[in-house]
């Protein structure tokens, strides 16, 4: 599909974290302590994650979140503006920035604790938030800031008439007036149970539909699966690669499917194209850093 002009606008509120990695052959268990053969820092979070995603894949992309007053906020907010993301919301609070302390496994797998820091501060929009939000095409949420942040950025998407794309991770129990906001949920297969209370993913994106009009799960080395009312259920598979780590997958996935979206592609296409992007980040290491340019995800 070519490309359409002007891009689409997406403002991500969510998290920025510094990611503090250790990668070893396989994760401790409790009590234990295993040899690791590399640690990295990555900037990360889940919402500063799915900003550079979709940045590289196309979009304008305004970043609306927080960092604290370390060294870690100062390398965060460059990271994001080198991607192409407009900082100029991302507040400094004083203290330390998020953290996520993460042990990569030599099957790629993960374990990961966060740490929220500055995030924790984001409460509420400011005026200049909401303008921001009106301007946008989609709206991208996730878990790692304070629920009612989530709840304030869902209702002014709402009142603007934007697109509403909620990533319910971490898994927590939310509110259903929350998810009555929302426009297009995109839980991988664990989070879409837990939300549903149904193991089976084909069955807990129809329970989802009750409350949401859109559900996409993420089904890892399987692929993903689309569901709206009214429609057939979709299933696209996902690229056979070999992971090295798939700390960022969901993310990078997220916001390629809303740069896809938003330029109008079909849903199978959309969600074929958001899963060549993420099959190119499980290849590399790290969170932000192993995100593709849109020339890369063109190139498969």
């Given at each position: ?151 304030a950025g869902a209702r002014a998407a709402r009142r603007h008439g934007v697109r509403t794309v909620l990533t319910p991770s971490p898994a927590r129990p939310l509110p259903h007036d929350l998810l009555e906001l929302i426009d297009l949920l995109v839980p ?113």
């Amino acid at each position: 599909m070519t490309r359409t002009w002007p891009p689409p606008r997406i403002a991500v509120l969510g998290s920025t974290n510094m990611d503090l990695v250790a990668y070893v052959a396989r994760a401790p268990g409790l009590g234990e302590t295993v040899a690791g053969r590399e640690f990295r820092t990555v900037p990360g979070g889940k919402g500063a994650n799915q900003a550079v995603a979709a940045a590289r894949a196309g979009a304008e992309v305004s970043m609306i979140g927080a960092v604290g007053s370390d060294d870690f906020g100062v390398r965060l907010r460059t990271a994001l503006a080198e991607s192409g993301v407009d900082t100029g919301l991302l507040r400094t609070v004083d203290g330390p920035s998020g953290t996520a302390h993460i042990v990569v496994d030599d099957d790629g797998g993960n374990a990961i604790v966060v740490v929220p820091g500055a995030n924790a501060s984001v409460t509420g929009l400011t005026p200049a938030d909401e303008a921001r939000i009106a301007a946008a095409d989609a709206l991208l949420l996730q878990l790692e800031l304070p629920l009612e942040a989530v709840v304030a950025g869902a209702r002014a998407a709402r009142r603007h008439g934007v697109r509403t794309v909620l990533t319910p991770s971490p898994a927590r129990p939310l509110p259903h007036d929350l998810l009555e906001l929302i426009d297009l949920l995109v839980p991988n297969e664990h989070e879409a149970s837990g939300l549903a209370g149904v193991a089976d993913p084909r069955a807990a994106a129809e329970e989802l539909l009750r409350v949401v009009p859109e559900v996409v799960v993420t089904l890892g080395a399987a692929g993903s699966l689309y569901a709206a009312r009214g429609a057939r259920p979709v299933t696209v598979p996902a690229r056979r690669v070999r992971a090295v780590d798939t700390t960022a997958a969901g993310d990078t996935f997220t916001g390629a499917l809303a740069v896809a979206l938003g330029e109008g592609r079909a849903v199978p296409d959309a969600l074929a194209w958001a899963s060549a992007a993420a099959s190119l980040s499980v290849q590399r290491a790290g969170a932000s850093s192993s995100m593709p340019y849109r020339s890369e995800i063109e190139a498969l």
